[in-house]
Every structure is written in C-alpha cells, then in structure tokens.
C-alpha cells in the first residue's frame, strides 16, 4: 500500500546516500545511524518543562513505575528480554551501566546525560518511549524523535516556538503530521470531578481548531498523566482504601476532601489510616481521589471497573487512541519523514558529485508523499478542522486508514473478501469520491479533502490491479 511504497523508495535512496557518502567524515556515520534508525521501532518523544508530568505519562503508557530514571537527562525506553542500561555519550561507544529498580522508579549508578533502558514491555515492543529533561532543547529533542508529545499546562509563546522548531521539510512533509500538544493539567478543572475533566476537552478541541496552532501539530488532546497513570497501575488496596471512604456518608467525608491538609489531618476519615491516605495523594492528587470516590459511588464496584472508568476519564484512553492511529499506525510513513529530513540536510550541507542528483530525487519523492497529506487530513477531520456530512466524513476516514491501512481494513471488506471484491468496492469508491471532489457546493476545504481521499482511493486501485488474482 502507500506506506510500503514510501517505506521502500526512503530505504532506497538512503542505500544510494550511503554509498555516495562512503567514508565522508561528517556524513558517514550519520547516514548509518539514519539507517539503523529506519530499520527500528518508532521513536516517541514526550517533551515539556519541568513538572508537567512527562515522566508521569511514560509510566501511564507503559502501565509501570519505571520512570524517571535518576541522573539522567534524556532516557530512552525500549523492550528487552531483562532490565539493563546504557550510557550514549554523545561522542564515542555506548557502555553499559549498573541499574536498579526502586518504589520510585528506576536508577543509575552513575550520572549520564543520555541512557538507553532496556525494560522488558509489550507496549514497547513498537514504539520506544524518550522521557526528555526539562531544560532539553527542541534541537536535542526533535532530532531524536520520530513523534512528539509536547506536554504543557497551557499552550504559550514557549510551547509554540517548540512546534515551530519541528518544521523540517519543504511541501507535504512540511505539515507537523508528528507532533501531538497534550494539556495535562485536566484534573484541576472543577475539582476533578467528571464534568471538570470534560471542561478541559472541550478546551483543547477548540485550541485545536485555532489557526495558529492548527498550523503547527497534528491534533491537541486533554489528559491528566497522575490519574492516568494511577489508573493503570492501581492496586487492590487502594480500591478498598477508596471504597471504604465512599461508604461513608457525604456529610462525614466531604469536608475532609476540601484540602490536602483536611485529608491528611490526625484523625480525619478513621476508616483509612494516615499512612494510606498519603499514599493516595501522592498517587492520585486531591482531585483524582475526588474523582475516584465518584465513580466508585456511581457503579465502580471492583478494581479493574475502577481502573478502566479513571483511565476514560483521565483522557488516557483518548491519548493512547490517537498515538496508535495517528502514530503507530503510520510509523513507516513518521519513520520516513525523520530519515528524510536527515537526508535533505546532509544532501544541501554536505556537497559532492553525486548529491544534486539525489536532491532532485529526494524532492519528486516528497512531491508525491500522500502519506503525509493523508495524516493530515485524518488528524483534521478527527478534530473538527474538516467538516463534511456525518456519512461522508466516516467513509473517508475509512479510506484514509483511520480504522487500520490494509487494503481490506480501508475498503470496510472481511478478511475473507477476493480480489474481485476489492476491486470492485475501490472502483465503486474512487467513482464516488470523484463526484465529492466536483460538487459545487462544497467549500474549497471540503474540495480538497474529497481529492486526498480520491488519491487514496486511486492508489488502492493501483494496488488492486498490480495483484496477479484479480480476473477480468
């Protein structure tokens, strides 16, 4: 499919790059790690000042304490089969180091300004995780990453000059289709209740709809990384700690839930002794408990009920829908981007016979790089940005692999479906979203939507007739 097609032709242009650059001793060594790169999983940064919660959210996507890591400034999280670390000077070879895990995460024996940590996880088995430090610049950061999380309280001039900094390429790869702005302080509206976490979705869907920062990410999302992390990591004791005070009558426990110091005074809610109480405002804040004995007093009867309504409505649930169809379902084309961008600027700064050649190469591939405008496309009328009709809207976002990027998955047909059958419904496909494309009473935003989505549909098409069991 499309992916593959750019997967393919970014490969081998690196190949042909390395070639041309053998021995070059300031191309050279880039070029090799751009390909090992390329040949790996995703590249998730989550970026942000201090105390905005990005270690907090490593843990909460993970679903385990293992950040942060002590003494280190920028940490890179992968799968592995045991717990081990690595220290990645930025000159020379990376050299293992002692690490051990403790009740607040994972720690160095040494002080490093960058470590690899290998920890065995699923959930990063395709996308590594960079937990980044609070005064890591966007120049440090973005050349590592291949998607971003830029966590922020609030989007503000700082925030802004970080996405403007992430712009690396002319054309279709222009668009920030890698970078994601996650508003994590959800929980402090309207005391972390439900209707105070919804308040701040609706905040970020109207950020995201602003010109100036729809310009500059891909889509803004709400989230609050301490419940959410609280949530996927919840025990059973806590539940009953949070049962046992939603049991008591709303007179009794409601004036020791105004403040921090109410909730953890001597004597205040005897049902849960002092101890266990400060475990849970360090776990979950004040809000997130406030929230918490809400939900528990409206049908969360169980640990596991409690943990899947908290992470709902902490927003993690939506963040991590949004980093698997917008991220991980498109690493080929986000993994591409990055070794493009590697490749563009080596190609201009660094000239030899060969390069002008590949320049021109390097941009017909961008020129025709749909991936890029069908990622934002998707984000777009994910988010508002694009409106079309209710039916229409959905089948382009099928189409344009919102719901997965196989040829079965894009068409809306069972794994079960011919050849004949895919032909058929990508044909009866691209005849319609021609027509979409021509009507006169769509906006111009609406037009060029509808001619994405019939690119997609002629690609499909393209694909279709290249496989050998299609009779006729």
């Known amino acids: 499919m499309i992916s593959e097609e750019l997967e393919r032709r970014t490969h081998d242009l690196l190949m042909r790059a390395a070639q041309v650059y053998h021995g070059h001793p300031n191309a050279d060594g880039r070029l090799r790690h751009t390909l090992d790169r390329f040949a790996g999983p995703l590249r998730l940064a989550v970026a942000g000042a201090g105390r905005t919660g990005k270690s907090t959210l490593v843990n909460a996507l993970v679903g385990e304490d293992v950040a942060p890591v002590g003494q280190a400034d920028l940490v890179t999280y992968r799968d592995?089969?045991?717990?081990?670390?690595?220290?990645?000077?930025?000159?020379?070879?990376?050299?293992?180091?002692?690490?051990?895990?403790?009740?607040?995460?994972?720690?160095?024996?040494?002080?490093?300004?960058?470590?690899?940590?290998?920890?065995?996880?699923?959930?990063?088995?395709?996308?590594?995780?960079?937990?980044?430090?609070?005064?890591?610049?966007?120049?440090?950061?973005?050349?590592?990453?291949?998607?971003?999380?830029l966590l922020t309280p609030r989007i503000g001039e700082p925030d802004l000059d970080f996405l403007r900094a992430g712009r690396g390429l002319r054309g279709p790869a222009a668009f920030p289709i890698h970078v994601f702005v996650v508003l994590t302080k959800a929980d402090m509206h309207g005391d972390g209740l439900p209707d105070g976490l919804l308040e701040a979705r609706r905040i970020a869907r109207r950020r995201r709809r602003e010109p100036a920062i729809a310009a500059l990410c891909q889509d803004?999302?709400?989230?609050?990384?301490?419940?959410?992390?609280?949530?996927?990591?919840?025990?059973?004791?806590?539940?009953?700690?949070?049962?046992?005070?939603?049991?008591?009558?709303?007179?009794?426990?409601?004036?020791?839930?105004?403040?921090?110091?109410?909730?953890?005074?001597?004597?205040?809610?005897?049902?849960?002794?002092?101890?266990?109480?400060?475990?849970?405002?360090?776990?979950?804040?004040?809000?997130?408990?406030?929230?918490?004995?809400?939900?528990?007093?409206?049908?969360?009867?169980?640990?596991?009920?409690?943990?899947?309504?908290?992470?709902?409505?902490?927003?993690?649930?939506?963040?991590?829908?949004?980093?698997?169809?917008?991220?991980?379902?498109?690493?080929?084309?986000?993994?591409?981007?990055?070794?493009?961008?590697?490749?563009?600027?080596?190609?201009?700064?660094?000239?030899?016979?060969?390069?002008?050649?590949?320049?021109?190469?390097?941009?017909?591939?961008?020129?025709?790089?749909?991936?890029?405008?069908?990622?934002?496309?998707?984000?777009?009328?994910?988010?508002?940005?694009?409106?079309?009709?209710?039916?229409?809207?959905r089948e382009a976002l099928r189409l344009l692999g919102g719901a997965g990027t196989s040829l079965g998955e894009r068409l809306g047909l069972p794994t079960e479906a011919t050849m004949d059958d895919i032909w058929a419904v990508a044909e009866d496909s691209a005849e319609r979203w021609r027509r979409e494309a021509g009507l006169g009473d769509r906006t111009p935003a609406q037009r060029r939507a509808a001619a994405v989505v019939l690119r997609s549909c002629e690609a499909m098409l393209a694909g279709a007739e290249s496989m050998p069991s299609v009779t006729g």
Do not use: C, N
């Not at 930025?90 to 994972?106: K, N």
């Open 80 to 149: 592995g089969t045991e717990l081990r670390a690595w220290s990645r000077p930025e000159h020379g070879r990376p050299y293992e180091v002692p690490v051990a895990r403790t009740s607040g995460g994972l720690r160095l024996d040494t002080p490093v300004p960058r470590a690899v940590v290998q920890w065995p996880s699923r959930v990063l088995r395709r996308t590594e995780l960079i937990d980044t430090g609070p005064s890591t610049p966007p120049g440090q950061v973005l050349p590592e990453a291949d998607a971003v999380l």
């Open 220 to 393: 803004v999302v709400a989230m609050s990384p301490l419940i959410g992390h609280a949530a996927r990591t919840l025990r059973d004791d806590e539940f009953r700690a949070l049962a046992a005070i939603a049991a008591l009558p709303r007179t009794a426990s409601d004036p020791s839930l105004l403040s921090t110091d109410r909730f953890t005074a001597a004597g205040a809610l005897p049902v849960v002794g002092a101890r266990a109480r400060l475990d849970l405002l360090q776990r979950f804040g004040l809000g997130g408990i406030r929230l918490a004995l809400a939900l528990v007093r409206t049908g969360a009867a169980t640990t596991s009920a409690l943990a899947e309504r908290l992470q709902e409505y902490s927003g993690l649930k939506d963040l991590q829908a949004s980093i698997a169809e917008l991220f991980v379902a498109r690493r080929a084309a986000l993994k591409a981007r990055s070794a493009l961008i590697v490749l563009d600027h080596l190609l201009r700064t660094e000239r030899v016979a060969a390069s002008g050649h590949l320049l021109a190469e390097l941009e017909l591939l961008l020129a025709g790089a749909h991936d890029f405008a069908e990622l934002r496309l998707l984000s777009a009328l994910r988010s508002g940005r694009v409106a079309l009709p209710a039916e229409t809207a």
